[in-house]
Nanobody, 125 residues
Framework: QVQLVESGGGLVQDGGSLRLSCAAS????????MGWFRRAPGKEREFVAA????????HYADSVKARFTVSRDNAKRSVYLQMNSLKPEDTAVYYC??????????????????WGQGTQVTVSS
């Protein structure tokens, strides 16, 4: 199992930047594919980004491509989400998530097994 704790959320103006962090417990962090999801008020949770175990590959939702960057540091057991050019529609609770892949070449946008508690990101217009 892995436990996940997000941090770095806050209030930022339209066009601003934030960097979210997710710290994981356990010694097997590098076995997990890591992902970021978000839930906006009144909407369902949606996929944002995922990164492979070695960080060699990543995948993004169309709505955040070219603005968000996911990265990880396996030595620190952490995953990050750099968010640039933020828009009011990016306002949401952001969640870190993980799963053990059976097909390492595929980065899933669903079916994650472990979740953090979330961190609020608010973008003001």
């Amino acid at each position: 199992q892995v436990q996940l704790v997000e941090s770095g959320g806050g209030l930022v103006q339209d066009g601003g930047s934030l960097r979210l962090s997710c710290a994981a417990s356990g010694r097997t962090f590098d076995r997990y594919v890591m992902g970021w999801f978000r839930r906006a008020p009144g909407k369902e949770r949606e996929f944002v980004a995922a990164i492979s175990r070695s960080a060699a590959s990543s995948h993004y939702a169309d709505s955040v491509k070219a603005r968000f960057t996911v990265s990880r540091d396996n030595a620190k057991r952490s995953v990050y989400l750099q968010m640039n050019s933020l828009k009011p529609e990016d306002t949401a609770v952001y969640y870190c998530a993980a799963y053990l892949p059976t097909r390492p070449a595929v980065l899933r946008t669903y079916g994650y097994d472990y979740w953090g508690q979330g961190t609020q990101v608010t973008v003001s217009s």
